[in-house]
């Protein structure tokens, strides 16, 4: 089994910033692609940004400019630096990891943490 465990969140002003971290561990064998969503009150949760393990990023283009995804491949850990920060980015955001597991089998999974909440409000 592959888990995840996210840190970071909190309560923190508009124009603030975070840095929320997810890190994977147990059997995997490699990781394809690790993931930020988030989910607000009443809405769908929607992904806003993602690193594959080549390094290729991708945003929602109402994060773009302020939030900046990264990973260390060898920690199996992805990171997520906001800036900027408004009241709409108010949500739970969840962690999640496409990767294959490990011995003995090898079998692609989808994996969520246990989501963390940011509130942005003065």
């Known amino acids: 089994q592959v888990q995840l465990v996210e840190s970071g969140g909190g309560l923190v002003q508009p124009g603030g910033s975070l840095r929320l971290s997810c890190a994977a561990s147990g059997s995997i064998f490699s990781i394809n692609a690790m993931g930020w969503y988030r989910q607000a009150p009443g809405k769908q949760r929607e992904l806003f940004a993602a690193?594959?393990?080549?390094?290729?990023?991708k945003y929602a283009d109402s994060v773009k400019g302020r939030f900046t995804i990264s990973s260390v491949n060898a920690k199996n850990t992805v990171y997520l630096q906001m800036n900027s920060l408004k009241p709409e980015d108010t949500a739970v955001h969840y962690c999640n990891v496409e990767a294959i597991e490990g011995h003995p089998r090898y079998r692609n999974l989808k994996v969520w943490g246990q989501g963390t909440l940011v509130t942005v409000s003065s």
């Open positions: 690193i594959t393990s080549g390094g290729s990023t």
